[in-house]
């Protein structure tokens, strides 16, 4: 299990904006985020970079807002898990008590974090051969897909929990995570 705490290391507390100075409200953001399962040591350690820029990302701004199950306000945890081949996305209250775990069927992701995992060979694969212009050109690739897994997120979530677009990739990236992790046991 990993336990990521989303925090704005400036205020020393959780973040409360985004970059562009928008207020967003921490009744309706993330403060946690737990990815359950074990950690294989066997991880290429850029996985485990796109993990650890995700969860920076999502400290510095991030909009989470559950639409069924719960009135409470956040912030909120997320305890994201791969269970018996659905993403589940446990969410808590900033105390960790549950308050509603929302699944989603694995199928529609597929593709997607097969092509991730694709993306993350042949970028591993360019650096090793030091071929720059491979390696960008890869990184574009990564971030239409990322945008791609973003859009679908969204759809699969709409009518359960409300996120921006932002935040839809970086959890896009944790789901690609979670799942090499599963396949890695």
Wanted: with cysteine; hydrophobic share 45%; charged share 25%.
């Amino acid at each position: 299990m990993t336990d990521s705490t989303i925090t704005d290391p400036a205020r020393g507390g959780p973040a409360r904006g985004d970059p562009a100075g928008n207020d967003l409200s921490p009744a309706a953001r993330l403060g946690r985020v737990v990815l359950d399962g074990d950690t294989p040591a066997n991880l290429s350690p850029f996985i485990e970079a796109d993990r650890e820029q995700a969860v920076a990302d999502l400290a510095a701004a991030n909009h989470f807002a559950p639409l069924i199950g719960t009135k409470a306000l956040g912030p909120y945890a997320l305890h994201l898990s791969i269970q018996d081949g659905r993403l589940i996305f446990d969410i808590r209250d900033a105390s960790d008590k549950p308050l509603i775990a929302i699944g989603l069927a694995l199928g529609p992701f597929r593709r997607l974090v097969k092509d991730y995992q694709l993306l993350v060979d042949s970028h591993i694969k360019a650096v090793d051969e030091g071929r720059e212009a491979r390696i960008q050109a890869i990184d574009m690739g990564r971030r239409g897909l990322h945008n791609e897994g973003a859009a679908l997120m969204t759809q699969r979530l709409a009518g359960k929990i409300d996120i921006d677009f932002d935040t839809a990739r970086r959890l896009f990236t944790l789901v690609c995570v979670l799942h090499q992790r599963v396949a890695a046991r």
